[in-house]
DNA sequence: CATAGGATCGCCT
DNA sequence: GGCGATCCTATGT
């Protein structure tokens, strides 16, 4: 059975540990009056203000970046060269701005509705294979930016649940960051992680 | 007010 | 593998 992801699995200041435990996890929204929701496959932590690749570096806080100053369970989404809305699961204390950034996913539910906000016929690995195609086929927007992903179901929300899809720890590869290259030595950390699609496919995600 | 540049994508060759 | 799209954000004057 579905359970949404509460507080505790947010508010924890390990980011670290929460970018590896919310691959397998679900990412939902409800938009434009429909349900569509991912299995996560690729996250990234940025890791607060010592983190030279995050937009919290030296603890900047702007308009833009004040969601993740937020309470962990918050979402952080902000738009990238003009185009694309990528989205961030605040993690942490209130004030301490760790983030992770949902980078992959595959297709769980709502499949028509996703083709049809990415333009597609058909599901393939293409589908949500980055972050900004990722937020494009739930219909997440900067307006999301700040909402809570733990408050009860709204007409214009986000929240994770956990399906219970099992993500071995020895499953999980680990590797420097994409498209960090301005942040110095920060840009070779290992804080991008990822499981391989063909952990759920569709074979396995039938029936639940 | 002006400007530079970006946690990307998809199409082109 | 190369490049243009596209516009917001942050920063500096």
New binding site residues.
Partial sequence: MARRLGPGFYERNDVLAVARDLLGKVLCSSVDGRVTKAVLIET?A?AGPADR????W?G?R?????P?FAAGGHA?V???????H?F?VVTGARDVPH???V??GVPFAGLETMLER???PRADR?L?????????ALGIH?RH?GQSLTRPATVDGLWIEDQGFEVAPDAIVCGP???????GEDARLPYRFCVPAAHFDASELNGR
């Fill in positions: 990234e940025y690749a995050s937009h919290a030296r900047r702007t308009r833009r970046t004040e993740m952080y902000y738009l990238c060269y003009g185009i694309h990528l961030n983030a992770v950034l980078r992959a990415r333009g597609r293409t949500m294979a980055g972050p900004g195609t990722l937020a494009r900067t930016s960051r994409i498209g960090v290259d301005y942040a």
